[in-house]
């Protein structure tokens, strides 16, 4: 085993602190590599205080993790010392399903969580990139440019591909009007990413002082959402909306706001469920009302050379890992642009 430093929540009630795990070793076909970079994104808070109920404790949280090789198995192919690599919310899946086969391993029913998941075969319990290296599987590993910022990378392998996936998977196409809703560390991804995709990028926000940041970053409109009279000038006119909230609002406001066949997308999952729709609003236009959860490691791989290619990396805030609870009180506030990335070699 490998003694791994890590910073850990060892009670959903208590403040993450240093805490000391051991890591397999590497088998012939395993990645071992130095953390050097890890993303907070807001499921770190919602499993480390077991919001949703199933956390296992102690917990290394951490998804979003950018790092060198320090070692490769003797069947890895891929990957080398030295490469640069990223891993991302999955680390292991059963590999025959259907799903796996299709390459959507993220709704494998065995698939192995970055962190706070058992693994169905050895029963062991994974812990995530809030740590000075991991040990993973070459399939679940992902190759990282060379030139890019790496720690602003570090934000793609959840926020990234969270934002690119339904894009790609309801072909938004140039020229299209794309609606985003929320502008926090999804909803800036995806901003950067409808952009690059040639879209007319509308950006749906409650602060007015967002406004010029929304465009800093892409988006020729900016429309307040609490504006009744600034949301009716848009009825019937949107292609596609990707909805990146994660707290309970008003589904129906945007579905008004799709053309005919248009698609509304859910990315953000609340604490509580959304007022329900009025089924009309579907029906009478033909309208979609779907849902997108991160992607397979072939479509973020994709993702993470889309990026590469188009210069198109995280708005960030870098910080050392004993700043980790402070930083997780101002996400709770909105109090970042747009992602906090930790330094993981100041463990």
């Known amino acids: 085993m490998i003694p791994t430093k890590t910073y850990a929540a060892l009670d959903p009630k ?17 990645v071992h590599i130095k953390i050097l970079f890890c993303g907070i994104c ?42 640069y690599v990223g891993v991302g919310c999955m680390v292991d899946s059963c590999g025959t399903c259907k799903d796996c086969k299709d390459h959507v391993e993220q709704f494998c029913n065995t698939v192995s969580y970055t962190y706070n998941s058992q693994d169905p075969k050895t029963k062991e319990v994974t812990y995530g990139g809030y740590a000075d290296s991991i040990v993973v599987n070459q399939k679940f590993v992902l190759r990282v440019s060379k030139t890019a910022k790496l720690a602003a990378v570090a934000p793609l392998l959840c926020a990234g591909i969270t934002t690119y996936s339904p894009l790609k998977k309801w072909k938004v ?11 926090g560390g999804l909803g800036h991804m995806a901003v950067k990413i409808a952009k690059a995709m040639k879209a007319h ?31 009716a000038k848009h009825a019937l006119s949107f292609d596609f909306i990707l909805d990146t909230v994660a707290a309970s609002h008003d589904i129906d406001q945007y579905l008004n706001l799709l053309k005919r066949d ?40 994709e993702m993470l050379d889309f990026c590469a290619k188009h210069k198109i990396v995280s708005d960030i805030e870098t910080i050392p890992i004993n700043y980790i609870n402070t930083a997780y ?19």
């Open 173 to 183: 196409q140039p020229g299209q009007k794309v609606g985003v809703v929320g502008l």
């Open 42 to 83: 807001h499921t770190d808070i919602h499993q480390a205080r077991n919001e949703w109920g199933h956390s296992i404790f102690p917990m290394v949280p951490g998804h979003e993790i950018v790092g060198q090789v320090v070692a490769a198995g003797a069947s890895v192919k891929k990957f080398k010392k030295g490469d």
């Open 14 to 30: 208590k403040p993450l602190t240093a805490f000391t795990i051991q890591r397999r070793k590497p088998g012939k076909n395993d």
């Open 262 to 301: 248009g698609t509304m997308c859910l990315v953000g999952v609340p604490n509580a469920p959304h007022p329900a729709v009025n089924p009309g609003n579907l029906v009478l236009k033909r309208r979609q009302l779907v849902g997108s959860l991160i992607g397979g490691i072939k479509e973020t791989q």
């Open 201 to 231: 990028v509308v950006v749906f926000t409650t602060s007015n002082n967002k406004s010029a940041d929304a465009k800093r970053l892409g988006a020729k409109e900016v429309i307040i959402s609490n504006n009744a009279n600034e949301m």
């Open 329 to 347: 009180e101002r996400m709770l506030k909105s109090d970042v642009k747009y992602r906090f990335v930790i330094d993981m070699q100041t463990i």
